[in-house]
């Protein structure tokens, strides 16, 4: 049995740390969703990662690389100008991603927190617009020349050593969660199967089981490519059976996992009748 252990981990981790562009644009979109969300192909194995709340970093890297090249391209052109409008213009993007993303790495926006923000914040726009509209004050006009005084310049060097640590991490989380956080359903196997470093730990069969996608952050969902956890409950929907945290795309994925369980009960119940038929013939032509 040793013999059949899968070998060569650490050649399988430096392969696939190929996955280096993540580092400059870490989303899981093109070339870069197979490293990140997963895979479906046409012979129907299913495989697909759980990742951690780190992945919340991936709009301010790409953001940072941006920020720089943009600041880059403004001294090259423009190496002469005192605090210019393209300053102020890159760095509130840089500041206002970064704090989104504390934000939403630190706490979860659930439905119910989602309607009280949206509401507080319409009324408090509101009222402003009411205060300009009924007296002489200029808010708005008041509030972005305000905004203009604060000095929020950023050299493009703090972006990019923000973008190079977090991106070179990115880029190791992604590869390890590759090997030692992995999910694969086989084209012909009844069984999910979790696997750590090419070894299985956990399995869930199929059988009185559904799979429903949960959000308990409704900005993780939208602002990062549907990501969410995928519920392992009793057939009724009533049970909690088990859990699959962190999934890109996970009502895709939730919805894979059923039609592929439902093909492989079709398919199954399908060859027990036909093997039922054979052995009701085989019966007959013995009686005759």
């Keep these: 049995m040793a013999d059949e252990r899968p070998k060569g981990v650490v050649r399988v981790f430096l392969r696939r740390f190929f996955s280096i562009g993540l580092m400059f644009f870490p ?17 129907g194995e299913l495989e697909f990662y759980s990742h951690p709340n780190f992945v919340c970093t991936m709009h301010l890297i790409w953001i940072g690389w941006l920020v720089t090249i943009g600041a880059l391209l403004r001294t090259h052109f423009d190496p002469q100008a005192a605090e210019p409008m393209w300053d102020y213009l890159l760095s509130w993007p840089w500041i206002l991603v970064l704090t989104l993303t504390i934000i939403v790495m630190g706490l979860q926006f659930t439905r119910v927190a989602v309607g009280f923000l949206g509401a507080g914040l319409t009324i408090f726009f509101l009222g402003l617009w009411l205060i300009q509209a009924l007296g002489d ?3 708005f006009r008041e509030i972005a020349s305000w905004l203009r005084k604060i000095p929020v310049l950023v050299e493009w060097g ?10 070179f991490t990115f880029v190791c989380v992604a590869t390890w969660r590759r090997l030692n956080d992995r999910w694969t359903l086989r084209p012909t196997g009844n069984y999910l199967e979790h696997e750590n470093f090419q070894e299985r730990d956990r399995t869930i069969s199929k059988g009185a089981k559904t799979f429903v996608a949960v959000y308990p952050c409704l900005l993780r969902r939208y602002l990062l490519f549907g990501f969410g956890n995928i519920e392992v409950r009793s057939s009724t929907g009533t049970t ?8 890109f795309f996970a009502q895709k994925h939730a919805d894979l996992i059923k039609y592929r369980f439902g093909t492989t009960d079709v398919y199954v119940a399908s060859a027990d009748a036909e093997s039922e038929e054979a052995e009701e013939e085989a019966a007959a032509d013995e009686a005759l």
């Excluded at 909690?240 to 999934?247: K, Q, S, T, W």
């Design 27 to 43: 989303m899981p979109v093109w070339i870069f969703r197979g490293q990140l969300a997963g895979k479906y192909v046409e012979d």
């Design 137 to 139: 004050v200029q808010v």
């Design 158 to 167: 703090v972006p990019m050593v923000v973008s190079f640590v977090l991106g």
């Design 240 to 247: 909690l059976i088990d859990r699959i945290e962190g999934v």
